[in-house]
DNA sequence: CAAGTAAACTAACAACTGTTAGTTTTTTTA
DNA sequence: TAAAAAAACTAACAGTTGTTAGTTTACTTG
């Protein structure tokens, strides 16, 4: 753990900002205000608006993708593997629920990242596409439309960001128990 | 059904560009440049580039509400509420993902009518907290935690306008009934 | 075809944008 | 405590923003 320089204080509020607002509605005087500073004095640190927002999503899409390498490669079934993917989203969300508002809203922003980061993201979907495609042809998951199982999965998890600010109340662990019983055995009782 | 006014074309246009790049990073001359005219002709047609978004989104806020209404009020089980619900968001989305986009993504940006909006959508997320809430009561739907269930079919409906575009050769009806299917259901294949 | 209306135009505004250059103040280090 | 480094400042820039005023062009209607 390294001590949190200037430009991770500017980054993490300027997250806070972006959440808010949304990337471009943001200017550098409100983050300089936020910081409570004159906006000249804030590229003593960044390079620019853009670095800033680079910084946020990019190192967040590298989590998610490495997360889900070590999960891809791991000797468990499939079920377990989208349980570990909630796990996953879970925990990278909590910690930082502002970046994966910019994450999720304002990647197209990124500029000269943007290949990287699209590459990183159809990547991700690709390989949770593979682990559900496993789980089907394996008999532990319904033989319904992937795609779908796919989407409903991938929009709860990348939404989470909007609903653990309001229930804080829930600890990591709990909530992708939890949320994986939701995904995984939907919310109908069965009658057994 | 009445004609389509130059205003509309406007708004059609707008909400699209909005869905791109987001209501802010969108100029007036970026909008007329689409529409094949100068900036200020736009005032012909529209009072503000807030209206255009105001219009855009409550109206389909609205769109929501009322359908809402209609399926609370019907004489039917919970588990088929929620089916009709996630109809309800299927064919509105697909008639206008780009609008879908500002409402999910640029609500905040709304102004006089903010308040509106945010009554409208609290509204909409506790009627239906009633209706799983009444399911589980009423034992159709399991005893899990109604805010996580809310949440995730919640999420997936509301993001529905970023995958309808990509798989539209599914019609409305059968994308229905297959994301009813997990939703309500879950992936698991049931040992049975 | 004349008159009225709808819809485009040009020109300009005041405010705001990200960013730079150069300078001063504060903090750290030797 | 002097020197060096970090972090703030003021002033200003060139470009962009939403919007208005006034004018011209195109279409519709009596």
Redesign the pocket.
């Known amino acids: 753990m390294k001590a949190e320089?200037?430009k991770d204080e500017i980054i993490k509020t300027a997250a806070k900002l972006f959440k808010e607002k949304g990337f471009s509605a943001?200017?550098?005087?409100?983050l300089?205000s936020a910081?409570?500073?004159?906006?000249?004095?804030?590229?003593?640190?960044i390079?620019?608006?853009?670095e800033i927002l680079k910084e946020i999503i990019i190192s967040l899409a590298e989590e998610f993708t490495h997360g889900l390498e070590l999960i891809q490669k791991s000797d468990i079934s499939s079920i377990q593997k989208i349980e570990e993917v909630v796990k996953l989203h879970v925990n990278i969300t909590s910690q930082n629920t502002f970046g994966m508002a910019s994450l999720n809203n304002d990647w197209m922003h990124l500029e000269e990242k943007l290949d990287y980061y699209l590459e990183l993201r159809s990547n991700y979907e690709e390989e949770l596409r593979q682990i559900i495609a496993d789980g089907v042809k394996k008999g532990e998951i319904i033989d319904e439309n992937i795609e779908i199982m796919l989407f409903s999965i991938l929009s709860t998890l990348r939404s989470l960001y909007l609903w653990i600010p309001k229930k804080d109340y829930l600890n990591p662990e709990k909530l992708s128990q939890e949320l994986s019983t939701v995904l995984v055995k939907g919310i109908n009782k069965k009658i057994d």
Do not use: C, E, P
């Open positions: 320089t200037r943001v200017t550098m005087r409100d300089a910081m409570g500073m004159k906006a000249a004095s804030l590229y003593n640190h390079k620019s608006k853009q």
